[in-house]
């Protein structure tokens, strides 16, 4: 307690005045670059889309390109109507929906409101494992298993065929939909379950009308966000579907998807900065712009999750 | 109410059971529920032990203890509400109406639908207010769709919630004030004409005000309904009750008219506890 007096020690000037903290600006500065390689990487691809479309456009008017039912562009005489590679991708989206949906919402209903902890603990890593199964594993699944399968139904089936490709992306989507939906459905307060309980409500009305619905937004997003993925999805559905762009809804035959057919050009010995290699950039174009309209709707739905309680 | 505050371990006079012919006594009215010899345990650790009570008809007890005594366990067991949770071990014999609740051929569901809940937080569905009380008729079968308008209008007149919220039926229950809130889900229970409400701490997340209100309501509630109250607030327990039981460590300590245990406490931690002495 000898020293200075406390006020000439702890001056306004020696406390407040700044000094550049060099350590504190690297750090700041390498995060920056890390959260700027993603923001970037997006922007560049959105204007190589953007100008790569624009030179296809220039030789193929919008509405032939968005309304024609003929997608022939490697052939003579050529047509670029997208509606074949669009009708091809719906079928798969639809289809695996139909497949996944149900199956996957059931799957967390049981998992959330009916299993035992232990039951859980099982089946949950054996989803997240079934999640990381590579895509084209998948693909093989369906030409040896799921295609056959079909054929001793219903004779008629070619070996391509978009039944098998819609049946194996539901089975891909149902582990993303399922735990997905699962945890949707545990955030929902115990509170809620107890009212039910309280009520008399069975195990069965508590989870269809109380935990269901108030898991509504996270529920319904997760479907959307499967859906994306079922649209994006490219090694299976070539795989099993093939690659002929038919403007049909038989499930039976051979279809396109706009992935499908994204690869096929993209591996072939198409000419760069021809209208055939552009035309991948139109489809790759439309593709994003489908996935990004699903995505905004996903969030729109997610921002809705945080209803109860508060 | 405010007589109350001044002077927590009198209870202010009751004279609608004063004049009920000598029910006062435990003997003389019937024991709607009963627990005989319970012990209640979440896996090793034991939350409830050997606590044997009964609960009047058209009485309201009042459960009090410090907290983690096992006063909400032991609530929560009297309509089978624990066994949601998981591992819990329930033993004893608990009796509604003489019945054994918890054994083997009884189903759970049927035994909530006579014993109601009301929970320590509001926690009113996320639909609208009038489908907050409609539903548990609802799905129980308890009346027709042409009949529930009444039923809901009936709960909320019983709940005195109705003139507050008669224009807005169809706004989400989460509108509401949280005392508006716990009214609601005091409803949604009544709606239901159960025969036993169980109320758990129904006013700690309120504020006075509508802590008054709920207090009053019950004093309207028992002469249709038993009630049993889980409070830690020993002067809400003092104006409410005509019965009180003591619980520490899962422990019955004390049961007896509320008069009584609140003014010549026959156990020394029960005159401790009420006079504030720990807790």
Redesign the interface.
């Known amino acids: 307690m000898n020293g200075p007096a406390l006020a000439e020690r702890v001056t306004p000037a020696s406390l407040f005045r700044q000094s550049i903290d060099w350590k504190e600006l690297a750090v700041r500065g390498g995060l920056l670059l890390c959260a700027s390689i993603s923001v970037l990487t997006t922007i560049g691809i959105v204007v190589v889309l953007a100008t790569e479309s624009f030179g296809f456009f220039r030789h193929v008017p919008v509405h032939d390109f968005l309304l024609g039912t003929r997608w022939a562009p490697l052939l003579e005489p050529r047509s670029f109507g997208v509606l074949p590679l669009v009708s091809g991708t719906m079928i798969v989206v639809v289809g695996s929906a139909v497949v996944a949906v149900p199956t996957g919402l059931a799957t967390a209903i049981y998992l959330s409101e009916y299993a035992s902890p232990r039951f859980r603990s099982i089946v949950k890593p054996v989803l997240e494992i079934l999640a990381g199964i590579p895509t084209v594993v998948y693909g093989y699944f369906a030409l040896t298993t799921i295609t056959p399968a079909l054929r001793a139904i219903f004779p008629a089936t070619e070996v391509f065929n978009a039944a098998s490709a819609a049946i194996v992306v539901g089975v891909m989507i149902l582990p993303m939909v399922a735990s997905l939906c699962e945890d949707a459905l545990s955030s929902v307060p115990r509170a809620q379950r107890e009212a039910g309980f309280a009520l008399g409500a069975t195990r069965g009305e508590v989870a269809t009308q109380i935990v269901v619905p108030a898991a509504a937004s996270g529920v319904v997003a997760s479907f959307v966000l499967a859906l994306s993925r079922a649209i994006g999805e490219t090694m299976a559905v070539t795989l099993a579907a093939g690659a002929t762009p038919r403007f049909s809804l038989n499930l039976l035959e051979s279809i396109q998807t706009m992935t499908a057919y994204i690869v096929q050009v993209s591996l072939g010995d198409t000419p760069a900065h021809t209208v055939e290699y552009q035309t991948i950039f139109a489809v790759g174009a439309l593709l994003f712009l489908i996935t990004l309209g699903l995505n905004v709707l996903a969030h729109r739905f997610l921002r809705g999750i945080h209803r109860i309680g508060e | 109410m405010v007589a109350a505050h001044d002077a927590p371990l009198v209870p202010r006079p009751r004279p609608e059971i004063e004049r009920s012919e000598g029910r006062m006594e435990p003997v003389a009215a019937t024991p709607v529920l009963e627990a005989k010899g319970v012990s209640i345990a979440y896996g090793e650790k034991v939350a409830v032990r050997e606590v044997s009570l009964q609960f009047l008809e058209n009485r309201i007890t009042a459960i009090i203890g410090p907290s983690g005594c096992g006063k909400s366990t032991l609530l929560r067991a009297f309509?089978r509400?624990n066994e949601?949770i998981?591992d819990v071990h329930t033993t004893g014999n608990f009796l509604y109406r003489g019945e054994d609740i918890y054994s083997r051929d009884v189903d759970p569901?049927?035994v909530?639908?006579r014993i109601?809940?009301v929970?320590q937080?509001p926690?009113?569905?996320?639909?609208s207010i009038f489908q907050n009380v409609a539903?548990?008729p609802a799905?129980?079968g308890l009346a027709l769709k042409s009949e529930l308008p009444a039923r809901v209008e009936e709960a909320l007149r019983m709940a005195a919630l109705w003139d507050e919220v008669k224009d807005r039926l169809d706004d989400s229950g989460?509108s509401l004030s949280g005392g508006q809130q716990q009214r609601l889900?005091i409803a949604?229970?009544l709606a239901?004409e159960p025969d036993v409400i169980l109320l758990d701490e129904p006013a700690s997340a309120l504020d006075p005000v509508s802590t008054a209100a709920i207090e009053d309501l019950l004093f309207e509630l028992k002469k249709r309904y038993t009630i049993v109250i889980v409070t830690h607030n020993m002067q809400q327990a003092a104006r409410v009750s005509d019965f009180t039981a003591f619980l520490e460590s899962g422990k019955l300590v004390e049961f007896g008219e509320t008069d009584q245990v609140f003014t010549r406490p026959r156990q020394k931690r029960t005159e401790d506890y009420v006079t504030g002495r720990f807790g």
């Open positions: 309509n509400m949601l998981g569901v049927q909530r639908r109601g809940m929970f937080k926690n009113p569905f996320p639909r539903w548990g799905i129980n989460f889900c949604r229970t239901m």
